[in-house]
């Protein structure tokens, strides 16, 4: 199978699985057109997931497809925008048509639940490594910047943390009828973009960070260079019933410095009011520590401070989790 | 070097190299902002790099960078784009601080020369792989599409083909002081994207395709899906004295075959004109055919039909240079 059959045969149907009405040209030319509507920002991001680094070979690739696009949209989520459209770089071994049609399953199954369109891409001979860049839009002006936090916002947190974390120790293991293993596994396979929440946080002017490289480590990059720094409650960090039952008294540790979870970790100012425990549509929201002047984060478990082994992925470091 | 020192060290810096108006958010967030200007088309096109597929182990990583962004703003002067913004995914095995200052000043003397500014991007672990997708923008509507030939529109081409096909024959020979060798080698190395031809192209209507896989191959791409074909006139394919030179009667085989030139081919419909021999900015522009109702490429020697050992370059398919 050349490079124009592969095209036509997994790409262009996948590219006609969602039209959004922004896509002028998709598939098909040097490069795609997308109309700019008068104000809108575009926005846009990109993550690269390399086989060995950011998954296990033995992956599903219908699972990878869904978390390789997944990832991106949780970048779209963090900025409030709605996404728009993507393009696939994809680097694969060997053209196996199996393996491609459940790629493309995956990647079509979440771009149709989004409403986002693939619009263009290039696939090359090489090692398994697929790079995807998704485009949004917000409205002029009103994408969320890092670095504004004020002394006294609330630290909240979507959802629950840690679930992914724990599923690392679980890859190579079958869950059989294990429904707590099959639900941790479901949250790092599955990562679900909080893109709504993305929106309602914009609207609010909330400033947001996904969390895909470890809570305390992502909530360092959102304070931003402004000195400020955060005291975080340990006790508070809301974690799923299933990392509870398999994680224990490690489940907590897990949900300060795993990443992967891919919920949105964000800085809710006093002036605001308090933070509703859910919003409208029903995404549970935790307050887990409030922004202070004094730089770093500090995680606290009553008036002890608690000791990360590593605060969070970093490639090129020699992390503890390098090899997951 | 962790992850984030290296953003600070490299990209940041590339991405004050350049600022363009229409960024309003660069690198430093989930997700680059970009405004969208009324009456302005975003023009997006992606392309990978692989380490022994697209160019070899030892290339000069000077010379990777700027050849990863060539042959994006490639894309964008097929598509007769104004080059805006691009983000850099990149894939290497270790942070290896004389590769990335080689690598990254490649990137930042060529963006300089297009006013193109890095925004985002993804920095991991793995086998050397870089993806560049690139953003330009079109008055609304004017962007070209393939598929329009009538039989009649004379086939051209800009620059000379060939050399840089040649060049890889002489990869891994140092070029001495053979100038001949130096300028192919050049031409592979350090491709100049046509972006001011693509806007001269675009504002007469004028559809194009860059000449990344061979020409035959390309013009094919552009002919499109609508049945038309075009007859080539083989002694009419320029050609560079320097490949001339060390070819001989094989430099008009490259010409029609090999890729990576990065010269355009377009389509003049008769309507216009004749064909200038150069723009006003003097790229000089060669009629080497014209396009025929029958479907299909047909390079003739005079009456005599010339036979290709292969028509381009396929990822997935064997072709004779998959291993260049």
């Avoid at 219908?62 to 970048?75: F, K, Q, T």
């Avoid at 995807?132 to 609330?154: C, F, H, L, N």
């Avoid at 396979?189 to 993305?198: I, N, T």
């Avoid at 509870?244 to 002036?271: H, I, M, N, V």
Wanted: aromatic share 6%; net charge negative; charged share 20%.
């Amino acid at each position: 199978m050349d490079e124009i059959s592969l095209i036509r045969r997994f790409w262009e149907p996948l590219g006609r699985a969602v039209t959004h009405p922004a896509v002028r040209e998709g598939i098909g030319n040097d490069g795609a057109v997308i109309r700019c509507e008068p104000g809108q920002d575009a926005v846009v991001a990109v993550d690269t997931l390399v086989e060995g680094v950011h998954f296990p070979a033995t992956i599903d690739p219908y699972a990878l497809g869904w978390r390789a696009l997944a990832v991106n949209l949780s970048d779209l989520a963090a900025m409030g925008a709605e996404p728009v459209c993507y393009t696939l770089a994809l680097t694969l071994p060997r053209a196996d048509e199996d393996w491609l049609e459940a790629f493309s399953g995956g990647l079509r199954d979440l771009s149709v639940r989004h409403g986002i369109q693939l619009v263009g891409g290039d696939t090359t001979r090489g090692p398994l490594t697929i790079t995807i860049q998704v485009q949004g839009r917000v409205p002029s002006g009103t994408a969320m910047r890092r670095g504004g936090a004020a002394p006294g916002d609330r630290v909240c947190v979507s959802g629950s943390l840690g679930s992914a974390g724990e599923a690392l120790k679980w890859l190579d293991t079958s869950p059989g009828n294990n429904p707590d293993v099959r639900a941790v596994l479901a949250r790092y396979f599955y990562p679900q973009p909080r893109l709504a929440l993305g929106g309602w946080l914009r609207e609010r002017g909330v400033a947001a960070i996904d969390v895909s490289d470890g809570l305390v480590s992502d909530l360092g990059q959102l304070l931003g260079e402004a000195g400020r720094g955060a005291r975080l409650d340990y006790a508070a960090l809301p974690i799923a019933p299933e990392l509870a039952t398999l994680a224990g008294s490690q489940a907590r540790k897990l949900a300060a410095s795993a990443g992967d979870d891919y919920e949105l970790c964000f800085l809710w100012p006093l002036a605001l009011g308090e933070v509703p425990e859910s919003t409208d549509e029903g995404v549970p929201l935790t307050v887990i520590g409030e922004v202070e002047a004094e730089p770093g984060v500090r995680l606290m478990d009553g008036n002890d401070p608690v000791e990360l082994a590593y605060g969070g992925y970093s490639h090129f470091s020699g992390g503890a989790n390098d090899d997951s």
